[in-house]
């Protein structure tokens, strides 16, 4: 009985990595420690979970089924320890969090002050755009901006943002500034493509409502960050959100454009899973984000 219980983690662990490299890294410890913790789960259930070659890790008809109710085992157990670590007003343990890449300047700013003041907690951060499943992943916490289409998740404000469109001086010098929202046919503008390789037009405030605009430029990106960059670097105008640019324009290597008509941007969410919003570690992170990054804090 005791292969059973100490072999659970790196199981779920194996599952959800598929890989028992990346699986021994999160826990620690060797690769060959956690195939024979795997090993002798197997052989104390007496059937085989995972299917291994050379090149893959896959579960078996049988480890999909004991996954399913381990994860909920092991979610249980990280509660419990958590609720402990909360009667004692120290949290402790890895928060996993997912964060889109144009938040990791941001985020990265502020976690000092949040390492300081828990030093119990290690962080994972995960940097990616694409909308991760929290339970495949095993994602404590994941960061998403504007609107959530998964409804059975806790959501919490965190960051109310503005569109700011922005130009280098050096660009300005050249090609003119713009005076009008017409005017930027005449201007190379910078564009977002989507991770659904759709390019993202620019919204502006219109007669006091936000009205998207179709622009026109000879450069797209799937990353935000470089997307400034190159209004930075002269390459054209841009569209972003104002935490990614508040540095840039205080040094005067962008300037702001058409402020008149700078409208209302998405919202920045911390969503989690339901039993995972009051558990010491992610409720620690998720009061620090609120207060750092200046949202309204409350859950939405």
């Known amino acids: 009985m005791s292969e059973l219980f100490s072999g659970v983690l790196p199981f779920v662990t194996v599952a959800q990595e598929r890989s028992f490299r990346r699986a021994a890294e999160r ?57 402990i670590a909360m009667t004692r007003g120290d949290p402790r343990g890895e928060v996993t969090v997912s964060v889109p890449h144009i938040l990791g300047s941001r985020l990265i700013e502020v976690l000092p002050r949040f390492t300081a003041r828990y030093p119990g907690l290690a962080l994972s951060l995960r940097f990616t755009d694409r909308v991760e499943k929290l339970v495949d992943q095993n994602i404590d916490l994941a960061l998403r901006i504007g609107d959530l289409e998964d409804s059975t998740l806790v959501a919490r404000s965190l960051l109310s943002t503005r569109w700011v469109t922005v130009a ?61 960059d190159a209004a930075v670097a002269g390459l054209g105008i841009a569209q972003v ?18 402020e008149q008509h700078s409208a209302v941007g998405p919202t920045v969410h911390g969503v989690c899973l339901p039993g995972q919003r009051r558990t010491a570690r992610v409720k620690a992170l998720l009061d620090f984000l609120a207060r750092e990054l200046g949202g309204t804090g409350l859950p939405s």
């Open 168 to 228: 280098a001086p050096a660009y300005l010098a050249k090609r003119g500034w713009p005076q009008g929202i017409d005017d930027l046919r005449q201007h190379d503008c910078l564009r977002f493509r989507s991770v659904r390789g759709k390019a993202v037009d620019w919204t502006f405030d219109i007669d006091a409502k936000p009205r998207v605009v179709k622009v026109r430029g000879s450069v797209q990106m799937d990353r935000g960050e470089l997307l400034l």
């Open 241 to 258: 959100m104002d935490f990614m640019v508040e540095r840039h324009l205080r040094r005067g290597r962008v300037v702001e454009l058409l």
């Open 27 to 83: 826990l620690g410890v060797t690769p060959a420690a956690v195939s024979k913790a795997v090993s002798r789960l197997e052989s104390e259930l007496g059937v085989n979970l995972i299917n291994r070659s050379t090149r893959s890790v896959s579960l078996s008809r049988e480890g999909e089924m004991f996954l399913e109710r381990c994860q909920e085992a092991v979610a249980h157990v990280r509660e419990g320890r958590d609720l």
